[in-house]
């Protein structure tokens, strides 16, 4: 059973109706400067009220987000790795917990590469910081990344994301996949999902509908928000699906008008879902 701390800590991070829109941008830890995010302040500005938690480095953290925010952070406490490598996995941790605390973290992640010649090291880093955070009431979420040239298929990210919940993972992030339903059936924790490479605002809110119906606790979704054209118009658009149960044609049609509205200053207004609802539904 876990303590109060780390209770009221997820609490935090995924809301009382069980399902969080946490939005990805540290991506830097081994891309670098990625597209949208090369100011990640001006990027992560407008996009914080309407998420449920925050995924960054501690680097962004200090540099590029308000202390006086309200937004969780789940922390990124892996790297060590960089997009030069041939081989993503060697990852090591880079952050104490003691300064994930000093950060008022609400939870802290790491990447695990499974089936990679650094699977060891890196479910250990798991184990290790799990160990550490029911110490300090502190939350962890493992990654279930994949290397260059791993398929993302069900059997493989289901192997990946029971471990991780074996190994004591609190909740676990992954990529959609067919058969999707099954990685969830054989996770006894949370997951939520990765957005992954974007894609047109369609198909990427149809995936976050997909991967709600078929029980994700969320999305942690990074490009498919900030690389959008209007990243506002569709996180609010994502939030709909997640909170508010939005079919991929409702969510869309409210991308478009928040768009539109945001160009024209009229308010956004769609049938049987509004802006203001999905608003609401943050707290
Ligand atoms: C990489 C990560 C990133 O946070 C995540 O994958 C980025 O989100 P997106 O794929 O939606 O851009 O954990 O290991």
Not at 86 to 114: C, F, H, K, P, W
Request: some cysteine; overall charge positive; proline content about 4%.
């Amino acid at each position: 059973m876990y303590d109060w701390g780390l209770k009221n800590r997820l609490s935090r991070v995924i809301k009382s109706d069980g399902k969080t829109v946490m939005l990805a941008v540290d991506h830097g830890y081994f891309l670098g400067p990625t597209t949208g995010l090369e100011d990640a302040e001006k990027t992560i500005k407008p996009l914080l009220p309407y998420a449920d938690a925050l995924m960054p480095t501690r680097g962004i953290v200090r540099t590029s987000v308000s202390p006086i925010s309200e937004t969780p952070i789940v922390l990124r406490v892996s790297g060590g790795n960089s997009i030069l490598d041939e081989d993503l996995s060697n990852e090591g941790l880079t952050v104490s917990m003691e300064d994930a605390v000093r950060l008022n973290a609400a939870a802290v992640a790491l990447s695990i590469y499974v089936g990679s010649q650094n699977q060891k090291e890196t479910l250990l880093n798991l184990t290790k910081l799990i160990d550490e955070g029911h110490r300090y009431g502190m939350p962890v979420l493992a990654v279930t990344a994949v290397g260059k040239n791993m398929v993302r298929d069900a059997r493989y990210l289901a192997l990946s994301c029971r471990i991780a919940a074996e190994l004591g993972a609190h909740f676990v992030k992954t990529y959609y996949c067919d058969g999707f339903e099954k990685l969830v059936k054989t996770c006894p924790v949370p997951l939520v999902m990765a957005g992954g490479k974007k894609l047109p605002e369609y198909e990427a809110l149809e995936l976050t509908h997909n991967a709600m119906i078929m029980g994700a606790a969320g999305v942690d979704m990074g490009r498919n928000i900030f690389q959008s054209e209007a990243p506002v118009a569709m996180i609010q658009a994502v939030r709909a699906i997640v909170h508010d149960n939005a079919t991929p044609k409702k969510a869309y049609e409210l991308y478009l008008s928040l768009k539109k509205s945001k160009k024209t200053g009229k308010q956004a207004k769609v049938k049987g879902i509004t802006a203001s609802a999905a608003e609401l539904s943050r707290h």
